[in-house]
């Protein structure tokens, strides 16, 4: 069967000065190497300089299929920003429910991930019960509670944030049921019986602001030596790491990694985070990928320091704008799920791109999709599609391509396809109908739709390619089975649309 390949005719509409300017620029780049292998994710960068890199999550986030997407295939790691934690896990004395948390782990096991888990001992989201126990039983609640879960865990959790934020700003022992109860002895009381309940997972004491040298670092420092001493089973320490644009880099937090180290502690970032105030502009995204460059340098820098965790990856589930009402914007993906500039600070720094001469690495992009077309018996097919960068680095479009799948029906076996408008230009885009050698379920020919060049900047859309096809006797199309079709008339994700860098798939699921 043969196919054909017609020029579309560009209907052009006049476009704002500024959209046109950023487009230009976008598609000056042309060229560039050929490309071979898919993108290296963020923990295959970490992996091959021996850390980890992760992301915390929670269990409504889960059902996005977007956003479970990237963290299933992004992150090595996983951490539950709520579900382990005492108010979920013990709610009432004595009841405990893991429903929430076996969640996560099954997910994590699902996608060759480790999980962290968070937390066994703190003062906050605590159930009141805890609070209002007689001091002289509150140890024993605790230890219940930490064998209990930790238990329940053995094999699904690797690393345990025994305690969390057991300080002060200032350095002193923060107030809680359990150090009201057993004073300073509480950690290793703690740390004693996650041992007993999980003798394979490595124990940590979190806490914030330790990142750099200062009074609550060396509280902390002080703390783990003595522990250490004691021989009281303690593994690392966790560095939360929830930084502030405006508050400036925790001062010299490589050589504060270095001193836990030295004492033969693994290091963890476990809560990375860098917020801003409102509205982000550019300098602040540019302190904030520095930010996370510089935590990501130190990392590296400090062997025992094992792997970092953001805590979550992207704007549109983070912990901030309710905490810090007017900050934000504090991840490396923003609302969209679409990677920021600090995304790409971090793949750099983790050795992106240091392919040792062998040529760049092919783009990450992904497919969306839009119904322009409401008739699914008429004699026209009209996809929209847009082209997302999703990668850290601009992505090279001369050898990418996309394909639109449907069927053809009866009548002409030869097509002419159209771009009838983009912002891209319509000149910049190709399209031709192919038929398919073996046929599939709702699938026997597909649109392709390809590039004459260009580049896109990391996050950036190709924005809507209005696309149109039919047969050359115009006879009808039934659209209702075609593999590709959707029926949302705004765009969004298009896993049936499959995206190419040169053979390669990149994006999407053929028929
Ligand atoms: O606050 C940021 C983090 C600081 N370090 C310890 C972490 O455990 C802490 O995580 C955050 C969670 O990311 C938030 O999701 O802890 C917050 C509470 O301390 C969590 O927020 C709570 C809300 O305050 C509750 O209203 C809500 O019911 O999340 C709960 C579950 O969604």
């Given at each position: 069967m043969s196919s054909v390949m017609r020029c579309g005719h560009g209907r052009t509409r006049g476009l704002p000065a500024l959209l046109v300017g950023a487009l230009t620029l976008a598609f000056a780049l042309t060229g560039g190497p050929a490309t071979a292998a898919q993108q290296d994710t963020l923990h295959e960068l970490a992996a091959a300089q021996g850390k980890y890199f992760g992301s915390a999550t929670d269990n409504p986030e889960l059902s996005d299929a977007a956003y479970a997407a990237t963290l299933g295939s992004e992150f090595g790691q996983i951490t539950p920003g709520n579900s382990m934690k005492w108010d979920t896990t013990e709610p009432v004395q004595g009841q405990f429910d893991f429903t929430k948390g076996d969640v996560i782990t099954a997910f994590a096991a699902q996608h060759d991930q480790t999980v962290r888990g968070h937390t066994l001992v703190w003062h906050s989201q605590l159930p009141s019960w805890v609070g209002n126990l007689p001091p002289a039983q509150v140890e024993a609640a605790m230890t219940r509670h930490i064998t209990e879960e930790a238990t329940h865990y053995r094999g699904a959790?690797?690393?345990?944030?025994?305690?969390?934020?057991?300080?002060?700003e200032d350095g002193t022992f923060r107030t809680s049921p359990f150090y009201t109860a057993m004073g300073t002895d509480y950690v290793a009381t703690a740390l004693r019986a996650a041992h007993a309940a999980d003798p394979d997972a490595k124990l940590y004491l979190n806490d914030y602001n330790i990142e750099g040298l200062g009074a609550k670092s060396d509280a902390m420092y002080a703390l783990v030596s003595e522990l250490l001493d004691e021989g009281v089973p303690l593994d690392g320490v966790g560095m939360q790491a929830h930084l502030a644009v405006q508050y400036g880099?925790?001062?010299q937090m490589q050589a504060n990694m270095r001193r836990f180290a030295d004492l033969g502690l693994d290091v963890a970032v476990t809560e990375l985070d860098v917020r801003m105030q409102l509205p982000s502009d550019t300098a602040k995204s540019d302190t904030q990928a520095a930010y996370y460059r510089q935590v990501v340098e130190a990392c590296l820098a400090v062997e025992r320091c094992v792997g970092i965790t953001v805590w979550d990856y992207t704007d549109k589930y983070s912990w901030v704008p309710s905490t810090f009402p007017g900050q934000g914007a504090a991840n490396l993906y923003d609302e969209n799920l679409l990677p920021k500039p600090a995304h790409g600070a971090v793949r750099t720094a983790l050795g992106a791109g240091d392919d040792g001469g062998q040529g760049g690495e092919p783009g990450a992009f992904k497919a969306q999709y839009r119904n322009t077309d409401a008739s699914v018996g008429d004699n026209q097919i009209k996809p929209g599609l847009q082209l997302v960068n999703t990668g850290g680095t601009a992505g090279d479009l001369s050898d990418v391509t996309l394909r639109y799948w449907f069927t053809a029906g009866n009548g002409a076996a030869t097509y002419s396809s159209w771009c009838d408008w983009s912002p891209i230009g319509c000149s910049h885009v190709t399209h031709r109908v192919v038929a398919m050698d073996t046929p599939e379920a709702g699938a026997d020919h597909y649109l392709e739709v390809g590039f004459t060049g260009g580049s896109l900047a990391p996050g950036a859309s190709t924005g809507e390619i209005q696309l149109r096809l039919n047969k050359t006797d115009w006879s009808a199309f039934d659209e209702s089975d075609d593999y590709s079709r959707g029926s949302g008339t705004s765009y969004a994700d298009a896993p049936k649309i499959a995206v190419y860098a040169g053979d390669e798939l990149v994006w999407g699921i053929e028929p």
């Open positions: 959790v690797t690393a345990w944030d025994v305690v969390n934020e057991p300080f002060n880099f925790p001062y």
